[in-house]
């Protein structure tokens, strides 16, 4: 099995050559290597950049390879908001785009198409698949609708509006999941064929099970579904403790959940096994990148035993890796899932 078929075997639930091992995103990471941030690697070309991303996972060997991570915000901006490019890192919203709802309703996502940047994204993207997507899984990843929702009309509106106005809200939502399919499907269709959401702002961190039910899953749904009829396979991450709602993830049709450190991966298997595939969950800062080599081998090998054998699981960090993750850190995650040995 080359490396993309191990991934879509396990999303399959289907027996596997070896454990499946992949970063989640990864983009400043490996642009910052090289000296760059996410800023100016957008202006070295897209042939470049699908060079270094290609070149940098030849160290790292992670069976999915994101091509365009660390970039969501380049959504808001296309469709008129602002951010704010940084040193290290990932770009910052600088301004709530809707202060009045009645601006969503002149807002052309068309917008997405025209930019530019954007556009070099897509441009890596089908590099990349033309020159490693036969034996490696390229992916795309955006936002989530309710984290967009969060990042478009505020993250403190939002909240207050789940009990003033629930009909303003899925107005909003009604826009993000719209916003989310847009920017990811030409992703798709130059040659991505798997698809990270990320939604953090759904943690149960921030909103309750029964508001994550109502204000959230249904608009994942609809994503997935729609990503799915594209052809790609989607995963799911949401941030910071999931556990009182793993059980409704399922239902979004998504073919993996990714999980934050914060989830228990035994309780994970039990409520998700033999339902979709899992990963995670090693802490990107405590033990990715200010462990020793050591910590990190030992810290996977309790992840592999928590999720337990036969379970479709995926061996990832809990989140985005930052960018003073140690080269040698990564290496040993994917050593350490690369020995061991599936019965």
């Known amino acids: 099995?080359?490396?993309?078929?191990?991934?879509?075997?396990?999303?399959?639930?289907?027996?596997?050559s070896r454990l499946p091992v992949a970063l989640l995103s990864g983009g400043a990471w490996t642009f910052n290597r090289k000296g760059l941030t996410l800023e100016k690697a957008l202006h070295i070309g897209a042939g470049q950049a699908a060079e270094i991303i290609g070149e940098t996972n030849e160290l790292v060997k992670s069976?999915?390879?994101?091509?365009?991570?660390?970039?969501?915000?380049?959504?808001?901006?296309?469709?008129?908001?602002?951010?704010?490019?940084?040193?290290?890192?990932?770009?910052?919203?600088?301004?709530?785009?809707?202060?009045?709802?009645?601006?969503?309703?002149?807002?052309?996502?068309?917008?997405?198409?025209?930019?530019?940047?954007?556009?070099?994204?897509?441009?890596?993207?089908?590099?990349?698949?033309?020159?490693?997507?036969?034996?490696t899984l390229i992916g795309a990843s955006q936002w989530g609708p309710f984290t967009l929702a969060g990042h478009i009309y505020g993250v403190?509106?939002?909240?207050?509006?789940?009990?003033?106005?629930?009909?303003e809200v899925h107005q909003v939502m009604d826009f993000t999941s719209e916003l989310c399919f847009r920017y990811l499907e030409p992703f798709i269709e130059a040659g991505a064929e798997i698809i990270s959401i990320a939604d953090p702002t759904s943690s149960g961190d921030l909103i309750s099970r029964n508001q994550f039910q109502e204000f959230s899953l249904p608009y994942l749904k609809r994503v997935v579904k729609r990503i799915e009829e594209k052809g790609a396979v989607v995963?799911?991450?949401?941030?910071?403790?999931?556990?009182?709602?793993?059980?409704?993830i399922p239902e979004t049709g998504a073919k993996n959940i990714s999980l934050d450190y914060k989830v228990d991966l035994e309780l994970a298997r039990d409520l998700v096994?033999?339902?979709?595939?899992?990963?995670?969950?090693?802490?990107?800062?405590?033990?990715m990148q200010a462990g020793t080599k050591e910590d990190v081998a030992a810290a996977c090998s309790r992840c592999i035993e928590k999720a337990g054998?036969?379970?479709?699981?995926?061996?990832?960090?809990?989140?985005?890796?930052?960018?003073g993750v140690p080269l040698q850190n990564i290496r040993t995650m994917v050593e350490t899932a690369w020995n061991y040995n599936i019965s």
């Open 156 to 167: 403190e509106r939002l909240m207050r509006n789940l009990y003033k106005d629930k009909e």
């Open 235 to 248: 995963s799911i991450h949401i941030c910071g403790n999931i556990s009182n709602r793993l059980d409704l």
């Open 63 to 135: 069976d999915i390879v994101w091509a365009g991570s660390g970039y969501h915000n380049l959504a808001i901006r296309a469709i008129g908001g602002k951010i704010k490019f940084r040193a290290k890192g990932t770009p910052d919203i600088e301004e709530i785009l809707f202060q009045d709802l009645k601006n969503m309703d002149i807002v052309k996502l068309d917008g997405l198409k025209e930019d530019k940047d954007i556009g070099v994204l897509i441009e890596t993207t089908a590099v990349l698949s033309k020159t490693i997507g036969e034996r």
């Open 273 to 287: 096994g033999g339902k979709m595939a899992f990963s995670g969950n090693m802490n990107p800062v405590a033990v």
């Open 309 to 323: 054998e036969n379970s479709s699981f995926m061996l990832m960090p809990g989140c985005d890796i930052p960018p």
């Open 1 to 16: 099995m080359n490396s993309k078929e191990v991934v879509l075997h396990a999303f399959n639930m289907q027996k596997t």
